[in-house]
Every structure is written in structure tokens, then in C-alpha cells.
């Protein structure tokens, strides 16, 4: 595999050319550099790509913690958008498992 950076965009397109593993890979490039002092911006979009891309590689807890950090960023900067996503990839999660 090539060495791969992240760059705005090229996660989203890994993970919609269905390269899941790059895109966790490359979202969580993205969400460093967000997190990072002095970062301006927020992680929302990057977040709901990232529990989806988790979903897709089976990495179901980290999918759960990205969809209870963006549920959080939503409720706090009024994000419609990310909080549905959210909570549509918690439903997936717990469906996926057999649960409630």
C-alpha cells in the first residue's frame, strides 16, 4: 500500500471507493490534527465518517465512541446532521450485535 497522508478529502474518497481500511487510517489523521492545540475548526464531519468506516471494518467499539464524541459535539454546536448520523450508527451497532 502506498504511504498515504491525509489531506482534506482524501479520507471521505477512501472510504467511498470502499478502501475502509485507508479511510480509519486517514480519519484518524484528520481527527489528530483537529485535536491538536491551536486547530481551528471542528470534528464533526470526520467523526461521522469515522463511525461509519468503523462499522465497515467491524471495529464496532470504535465506531461506538466516535458516534458518543460526534452525539456530543452535536448536542454542544447544534449539529442536526451529525447527531441523526450518530445515532443511526449506535442503531447499527447494537442491531449488528443483536441487541436493543
Same mark, same amino acid.
Do not use: H
Given at each position: 500500500?502506498?504511504?498515504?497522508t491525509a489531506t482534506p478529502g482524501s479520507a471521505p474518497?477512501?472510504?467511498? @471507493?470502499?478502501? *475502509?481500511?485507508? %479511510?480509519?487510517? &486517514? ?8 485535536? +491538536?492545540?491551536? #486547530? ?23 465506531? @461506538?465512541?466516535? *458516534?458518543?464524541? %460526534?452525539?456530543? &459535539? ?8 451529525? +447527531?441523526?448520523? #450518530? ?9 449488528m450485535r443483536g441487541g436493543p
Amino acid at each position: 500500500m502506498a504511504p498515504w497522508t491525509a489531506t482534506p478529502g482524501s479520507a471521505p474518497a477512501a472510504w467511498l @471507493l470502499d478502501e *475502509s481500511e485507508l %479511510a480509519v487510517r &486517514l480519519l484518524r489523521e484528520s481527527l489528530s490534527r483537529l485535536r +491538536a492545540p491551536g #486547530a481551528r475548526g471542528n470534528s464533526g464531519a470526520t467523526l461521522s465518517a469515522l463511525q461509519w468506516a468503523c462499522i465497515d471494518t467491524g471495529r464496532w467499539d470504535e465506531a @461506538l465512541a466516535a *458516534s458518543r464524541e %460526534a452525539a456530543d &459535539l452535536a448536542s454542544a454546536y447544534k449539529m442536526e446532521a451529525v +447527531a441523526a448520523s #450518530a445515532s443511526l450508527a449506535t442503531a447499527t451497532v447494537l442491531a449488528m450485535r443483536g441487541g436493543p
